[in-house]
């Protein structure tokens, strides 16, 4: 029997799952598998969301057996150890499993540039234990603060709240932090301790989301300023410790609250073979391939992708659905002795949730704002999830949000 292997279990993967089946649903001779440490396809998208109560953690995360239930697929539940490229084998800490065909979409891990104390201190966001981390974690601070500010103790470290990151995840988690804190926790603690909140984005660029559009870039300036966020361009962070951070111009601000949205790296997995490297990803041909294994792919933030112009794909989940498609119909080619086909990338858009009824984004080079945007934003990423279930319950969690304060319990 045939096995393709896809490695990872995140857009690419899920993708590539739900494609290679437009080809193989009915062809038994062919069996398609998919590993990965989590049972379930995490909607990462929401993550900030779900870090600030607007949406539930549970309703983001859809069961990969309920997805795929196809006779010819398999799901392991395994972590992945080692990827043997010239012996076709995977090994998983339950055990070996060799491939025909093998796509490579792990996904990736933050990147904290070796800078010290970032990975020890710094939240993330990048999975449901990150986001129901940095959850209890905001509560726990307005919870210590409010029983302080009564013995009229300093609150600066407990109260500033720092963001390293001025990308897209950085300025929408600010949006959404501000939106938890002063339009939920407003209303549920001391005006005194609300009013010594600062939250601040650390951006090295001298602009926030740097890589898009001038117009939009200048309008998801004015929404943070105007929501009262403090921007520092042209800084970059030295230390972080667990009360305080130093930035490369040795100023320091007091902070228990650091989350990191400065980059990600491939996530660890040793692999054997003769493989090419670019900026730590795998870097693969106009088909996806891995050079020298034409059976192997690799795609999502786990690949360097470039389209014609030697411009690399961005690290986004539309490319990675994109890459997703492709992938699969080369490996029918490949079956079938047919052309593969090359990627190209073309944006569609990409729309960023600033706040309650507020977002920007840009529309096959339409640039658009507010209230419409956030209409937008809402409609493509319901459209994006998988099962029904989940797509009602989030559309519940979202009009329930503009209704009511936001779930503030710790689970």
Same mark, same amino acid.
Request: charged residues 20%.
């Given at each position: 029997?045939?096995?393709?292997?896809?490695?990872?279990?995140?857009?690419?993967?899920?993708?590539?799952?739900?494609?290679?089946?437009?080809?193989?649903?009915?062809?038994?001779?062919?069996?398609?598998?998919?590993?990965?440490?989590?049972?379930?396809?995490?909607?990462?998208?929401?993550?900030?969301?779900?870090?600030?109560?607007?949406?539930?953690?549970?309703?983001?995360?859809?069961?990969?057996?309920?997805?795929?239930?196809?006779?010819?697929?398999?799901?392991?539940?395994?972590?992945?150890?080692?990827?043997?490229?010239?012996?076709?084998?995977?090994?998983?800490?339950?055990?070996?499993?060799?491939?025909?065909?093998?796509?490579?979409?792990?996904?990736?891990?933050?990147?904290?540039?070796?800078?010290?104390?970032?990975?020890?201190?710094?939240?993330?966001?990048?999975?449901?234990?990150?986001?129901? +981390?940095?959850?209890?974690? %905001?509560?726990? $601070?307005?919870?210590?603060?409010? =029983?302080? @500010? !009564? *013995? /009229? &103790?300093? #609150?600066?470290?407990?109260?500033?709240?720092?963001?390293?990151?001025?990308?897209?995840?950085?300025?929408?988690?600010?949006?959404?932090?501000?939106?938890?804190?002063?339009?939920?926790? +407003?209303?549920?603690?001391? %005006?005194?301790? $609300?009013?010594?909140?600062?939250? =601040?984005? @650390? !951006? *090295? /660029? &001298?602009? #926030?989301?740097?890589n898009f559009n001038p117009i939009l870039r200048k309008k998801v300036f004015q929404r943070i300023f105007d929501l009262g966020i403090k921007v520092l361009l042209n800084k970059s962070i030295k230390?972080?410790?667990?009360?305080?951070?130093?930035?490369?111009?040795?100023?320091?601000?007091?902070?228990?609250?650091?989350?990191?949205?400065?980059?990600?790296?491939?996530?660890?997995?040793?692999?054997?073979?003769?493989?090419?490297?670019?900026?730590?990803?795998?870097?693969?041909?106009?088909?996806?391939?891995?050079?020298?294994?034409?059976?192997?792919?690799?795609?999502?933030?786990?690949?360097?992708?470039?389209?014609?112009?030697?411009?690399?794909?961005?690290?986004?989940?539309?490319?990675?659905?994109?890459?997703?498609?492709?992938?699969?119909?080369?490996?029918?080619?490949?079956?079938?002795?047919?052309?593969?086909?090359?990627?190209?990338?073309?944006?569609?858009?990409?729309?960023?949730?600033?706040?309650?009824?507020?977002?920007?984004?840009?529309?096959?080079?339409?640039?658009?704002?507010?209230?419409?945007?956030?209409?937008?934003?809402?409609?493509?990423?319901?459209?994006?999830?998988?099962?029904?279930?989940?797509?009602?319950?989030?559309?519940?969690?979202?009009?329930?949000?503009?209704?009511?304060?936001?779930?503030?319990?710790?689970?």
């Open positions: 029997m045939r096995k393709i292997l896809i490695l990872g279990g995140g857009f690419g993967g899920i993708f590539t799952v739900k494609n290679l089946f437009k080809y193989f649903k009915n062809d038994f001779n062919t069996e398609i598998i998919l590993i990965d440490s989590r049972n379930y396809f995490l909607f990462t998208p929401l993550l900030g969301e779900a870090a600030t109560g607007g949406v539930s953690l549970r309703d983001i995360i859809e069961p990969i057996r309920e997805i795929f239930n196809y006779k010819n697929f398999k799901f392991i539940h395994s972590k992945i150890l080692e990827i043997d490229l010239d012996n076709k084998n995977i090994i998983l800490e339950c055990g070996e499993i060799n491939y025909d065909y093998l796509v490579i979409s792990l996904g990736s891990v933050p990147n904290f540039y070796d800078i010290v104390g970032a990975e020890k201190y710094a939240f993330t966001l990048k999975s449901i234990d990150d986001a129901n +981390k940095l959850k209890k974690h %905001l509560i726990n $601070i307005f919870e210590r603060a409010s =029983f302080l @500010i !009564e *013995k /009229n &103790n300093n #609150l600066n470290s407990l109260l500033n709240f720092v963001i390293v990151g001025g990308g897209p995840t950085g300025v929408e988690l600010a949006a959404e932090i501000h939106n938890l804190f002063f339009n939920t926790f +407003k209303k549920m603690y001391p %005006l005194d301790l $609300i009013k010594n909140v600062n939250i =601040f984005i @650390i !951006e *090295k /660029n &001298n602009e #926030l989301v740097s230390e972080v410790s667990k009360e305080f951070i130093v930035l490369d111009d040795n100023q320091k601000i007091l902070t228990q609250t650091v989350i990191w949205t400065a980059g990600v790296r491939p996530a660890d997995v040793r692999i054997i073979g003769k493989i090419n490297f670019k900026n730590n990803r795998i870097l693969v041909n106009e088909f996806l391939q891995i050079n020298n294994y034409p059976e192997v792919f690799a795609i999502g933030d786990y690949a360097y992708i470039q389209n014609k112009d030697g411009v690399a794909v961005p690290q986004l989940a539309q490319a990675a659905v994109a890459e997703a498609k492709i992938v699969a119909l080369n490996i029918k080619n490949l079956i079938l002795k047919n052309n593969l086909i090359k990627f190209e990338f073309k944006l569609k858009g990409y729309l960023i949730p600033l706040g309650k009824l507020f977002a920007v984004g840009e529309i096959h080079n339409l640039i658009v704002s507010g209230i419409l945007a956030w209409i937008l934003w809402r409609l493509v990423y319901v459209s994006k999830i998988i099962l029904l279930r989940n797509k009602i319950k989030t559309l519940i969690d979202w009009i329930v949000d503009l209704f009511l304060p936001r779930n503030t319990s710790e689970i």
